[in-house]
């Protein structure tokens, strides 16, 4: 369930749901919630039947179902998008959604040569438990890092998880 703050999970008592509070604008960021969603496609189809949902069908619950087939079979965006497509004449993810889904497929396969700095933080002001990665963009020495919050630091050769005032 994309859309959290318009539906409920009606039938908890019978399905299992993982919601997400996903508002349909270039701005929003989905590549923070991207490995939660596989993880929870992953355990849903061993068992079952997975059913991603949003408003109208159109744009976030495609961007997420592009994003999972994209990871699961290496695929690039515009392949996926066309089989996507072709199985709901729909399909059509924001220009956000787009190119968020094409700067992370080459990202995926891009060399990691430089340090990536991530904050973490609730997904969205509607889903504070529900905390995720944000980048932060080129780390600049300490100067980014708030005592307050949790980072992570994905460098070459490791990742670092730096909390408060302690490392």
């Known amino acids: 369930n994309c859309v959290g703050f318009?539906?409920?999970?009606?039938?908890?008592?019978?399905?299992?749901?993982?919601?997400?509070?996903?508002?349909?604008?270039?701005?929003?960021?989905?590549?923070?919630?991207l490995y939660d969603v596989f993880d929870f496609i992953e355990e849903a189809t061993r068992g079952g039947r997975v059913l991603i949902h949003c408003s109208q069908g159109v744009s976030r619950s495609a961007s997420l179902a592009i994003a999972y087939l994209m990871w699961r079979q290496a695929a690039v965006y515009d392949d996926v998008f066309l089989a996507v497509k072709?199985?709901?004449?729909?399909?059509?993810?924001?220009?956000?959604?787009?190119?968020?889904?094409?700067?992370?497929?080459?990202?995926?396969?891009?060399?990691?040569?430089?340090?990536?700095?991530?904050?973490?933080?609730?997904?969205?002001?509607?889903?504070?438990?529900?905390?995720?990665?944000?980048?932060?963009?080129?780390?600049?020495?300490?100067?980014?890092?708030?005592?307050?919050?949790?980072?992570?630091?994905?460098a070459p050769a490791a990742l670092t998880i730096w909390a408060g005032e302690a490392c």
């Open 86 to 154: 072709a199985a709901r004449g729909v399909t059509n993810p924001n220009i956000g959604f787009i190119c968020q889904l094409l700067q992370w497929h080459k990202r995926r396969h891009a060399p990691l040569d430089s340090c990536r700095l991530y904050r973490i933080a609730p997904q969205s002001a509607a889903a504070a438990q529900h905390l995720v990665p944000k980048p932060v963009g080129a780390p600049a020495g300490g100067a980014s890092l708030d005592p307050r919050g949790a980072f992570v630091l994905h």
């Open 6 to 33: 318009l539906y409920p999970p009606y039938f908890e008592d019978e399905l299992r749901y993982q919601v997400l509070y996903l508002q349909d604008t270039p701005g929003e960021d989905i590549l923070c919630v």
